[in-house]
């Protein structure tokens, strides 16, 4: 059992990769903001704002300060483990090869499939934007089959997937439905990371500096059309005008959709053999980026709440497109500029996750754990060129045949499931010796204050929503249930955290990042459950079948290393 948890110990000699150290602290920023302003903003914000009314820039905050303290747990990894691998990477050295392998599994799922959501979102953009200008795409031709065949059994409203599925051509008994631009694009991307880091880091620079502009644009201009009255409509509740307007428990249905913002950030640490310095710019990067972008989202809500009633972004997917548009500010030029924009913030998103899952591919083979093709390193381009293809295929394929609500439920447990395991993983390393110019993460003892934080929350929350706890055992409530169960469970976690901290003295920052990320997995589905232990399972096999035997962990402390 003991060989299923050891632990690979890294230094920061260990031979050289073969990748190419060409990333700046800014090129890091620039690509942080690629990954993260891009489908959160451009396409989820509208339902979000929805749900939340003006008070969803709380839930920005809230997602922000969970990510922040998972962002200083990935700094001090990067830190310490200035190697490729993200997550699996940290876990491998605190954790042990079985965890390692797991999280590396959950990664594949973040990227490639998270690529999946995004690449279906590039291509309704896209088609929109076509359509604008007056190109028009065949219906059929811009979504996948089982979102056109659903749309029909279910007699949806959505006219373009009903068309796309009366009006498709037919190969004997087969409609012929696929979303070539989502294919298009992936194959772009795809070529684009197989050429080079370099060709890729100056694509990305000058696509950020892009969106940024648009995206500065949008405020400028939407400020000369709000209306702060837009900010306290009345409330569904008390009937009062206020900022929550749906209550706090209606900011908070939308949490994990606008999760999906914030996880670009992971994609960032998979840079680290890629980046100059790692020790010192690849944290300074992650955190800059992650605060610019919160400022951003929080700005660009207040300016989308105060310009149009929140009511009217029901089923909105293009939010800075629609408070533009003729029945709200009125601005043909911006809905223009503003649809480009989308698709150039999008296309950054697909650049930075597509690099991103290449890399943990090339990490796990470099350990044994996946064939030794995924590490190969192409002679002229410095990039993992076989696993860099093999995404492109493993992105491509599933485009034919899944739809986008399942790829994003699919994604999102995963990712935060590997922030857990990061936080977690922080509290199980040795301190270490403060080097000059290295980041290093401030050690707060929780002793005294986790306890006072998760109590003090808990008891104020008694008193303002005594009602939740008098139902929280009422497990058969066919709304709420599963929220229920999933609060009990965490309650009872944070109280055995509170346990640990007070007697093992335990650093508040990773702490906090993991109660905080904890919280946010209170809001998945048992559906969602179901397909991660689903997933989770086929990655056993595969390890125990193959990782296991060819660990190069295993053979070394075997003494039958090659």
């Known amino acids: 059992m003991n060989q299923l948890f050891r632990r690979k110990q890294y230094s920061a000699s260990d031979k050289p990769s073969g990748l190419v150290r060409v990333l700046g602290v800014w090129d890091i920023v620039f690509f942080g903001i690629a990954a993260i302003i891009g489908a959160g903003s451009f ?64 990664l594949i799922m973040e990227y490639s499939f998270g690529n999946i959501y995004v690449a279906f979102s590039w291509s309704d953009y896209f088609t929109s934007f076509m359509g604008r200008i007056g190109v028009f795409i065949p219906e059929y031709l811009t979504c996948s089959y089982p979102e056109a065949h659903k749309a029909f059994l279910k007699g949806s409203q959505n006219l373009e997937l ?151 972004f029901d089923g909105i997917g293009d939010p800075l497109a629609f408070i533009f548009e003729k029945t709200n500010a009125n601005v043909a030029w911006m809905e223009f500029v503003v649809s480009l924009g989308a698709i150039v913030a999008i296309t950054t998103v697909l650049l930075v996750f597509q690099m991103g899952q290449p890399r943990i591919w090339y990490a ?70 403060k080097i000059p110019g290295r980041f290093h993460m401030p050690y707060i003892n929780s002793k005294i204050i986790f306890p006072i934080i998760f109590l003090g929350g808990l008891t104020f929350f008694y008193f303002w929503q005594p009602s939740f706890f008098h139902t929280i055992m009422d497990w058969k409530d066919p709304n709420e249930s599963e929220f229920r169960i999933s609060m009990f469970f965490f309650l009872i976690i944070n109280l055995g955290l509170c346990v640990l901290a007070f007697v093992k003295n335990l650093s508040l920052i990773p702490l906090m990042g993991l109660s905080s990320c904890l919280y946010l997995l209170t809001g998945m589905t048992h559906n969602n459950w179901f397909w991660f232990l689903v997933w989770f399972a086929i990655g056993l096999i595969i390890y125990f079948s193959y990782g296991y035997r060819n660990s190069k962990l295993q053979k070394e402390l075997n003494g039958d290393l090659d």
């Open 162 to 312: 009903i068309n796309a599925w009366k009006n498709a051509p037919l190969i004997g008994n087969l409609k012929i439905i696929l979303d070539v631009p989502a294919l298009v694009i992936n194959g772009l991307i795809t070529w684009l990371v197989y050429v080079g880091i370099k060709e890729s880091k100056n694509f990305n620079n000058i696509f950020v500096i892009l969106k940024l502009f648009i995206i500065l644009l949008v405020i400028a201009v939407g400020i000369g059309y709000m209306n702060t009255d837009n900010w306290f409509p009345k409330s569904i509740i008390t009937g009062e005008h206020s900022f929550m307007p749906n209550g706090f428990a209606g900011v908070m249905s939308a949490v994990s959709g606008v999760f999906f913002a914030y996880i670009g950030f992971d994609a960032l640490s998979v840079l680290s053999e890629e980046t100059k310095d790692p020790q010192k710019n690849l944290p300074r990067g992650m955190i800059i980026s992650l605060i610019l972008c919160t400022v951003i989202y929080i700005i660009l809500t207040l300016v989308l709440t105060g310009m149009v009633d929140y009511r009217k």
């Open 364 to 433: 796990m083979s470099r350990d044994g754990l996946m064939p030794k093709k995924f590490m190969e390193i192409h002679p002229k381009h410095k990039t993992p060129s076989f696993a860099t293809i093999i995404t492109g295929i493993v992105v491509g394929i599933p485009i034919l045949f899944t739809d986008k609500s399942f790829i994003l439920d699919f994604t999102s447990i995963g990712t935060i499931f590997a922030f857990v395991l990061v936080c977690g993983g922080v509290l199980l390393l040795p301190s270490k010796k």
């Open 43 to 106: 396409s989820s914000l509208g339902e979000a704002v929805f749900r939340g009314g003006p008070g969803v820039i709380v839930l920005y905050i809230i997602c922000g300060f969970a990510c922040g303290f998972t962002a200083l747990c990935y700094a001090e990894f990067a830190s310490r483990i200035p190697t490729a691998g993200s997550a699996y990477t940290y876990a491998y050295a605190s954790f042990g090869e079985l965890i390692a392998w797991i999280i590396g599994w959950a």
